[in-house]
């Protein structure tokens, strides 16, 4: 399976921004798909998480600013960030707990996708 991220941007403190991040493959099921960020020299942090169940969390700095959705028919998942922060500035990365099949074979794995930047200035 891959990832691939849409969205990001640069965009005015205050403002919004929503990213996407498609999954494609020889997927079976989605259990669950994440936004992280990074900050570069930090840690890379978990921003949001959507379940198959469509239960959702969130980092408390992002919490009520920030909604994260999923379409299942297209296996995209949307993060709505509003009110944006220059503290929010960050690569996000889009993450995946995905079963494939390929014939006689299910293969439960994690992926990532590649980023995309976010940049919010003051």
């Known amino acids: 399976a891959q990832l691939e991220e849409s969205g990001g941007g640069l965009v005015q403190s205050g403002g919004s921004l929503k990213l996407s991040c498609a999954a494609s493959?020889?997927?079976?099921?989605?259990?669950?798909m994440s936004w992280y960020r990074q900050i570069p020299g930090k840690q890379r942090e978990l921003v949001a998480t959507?379940?198959?169940?469509?239960?959702?969390s969130y980092s408390d700095n992002v919490k009520g600013r920030f909604m994260i959705s999923m379409d299942n028919a297209a296996n995209t998942v949307h993060l709505q960030m509003n009110n944006l922060e220059p503290e929010d500035t960050a690569i996000y990365y889009c993450?995946?707990?995905?079963?494939?099949?390929?014939?006689?074979?299910?293969?439960?794995?994690?992926?990532w996708g590649q980023g995309t930047q976010v940049t919010v200035s003051s």
């Open positions: 993450h995946a707990d995905i079963m494939t099949h390929v014939p006689d074979t299910f293969r439960e794995k994690y992926y």
């Open positions: 959507i379940d198959s169940e469509a239960k959702t």
């Open positions: 493959g020889n997927i079976y099921k989605i259990y669950a």
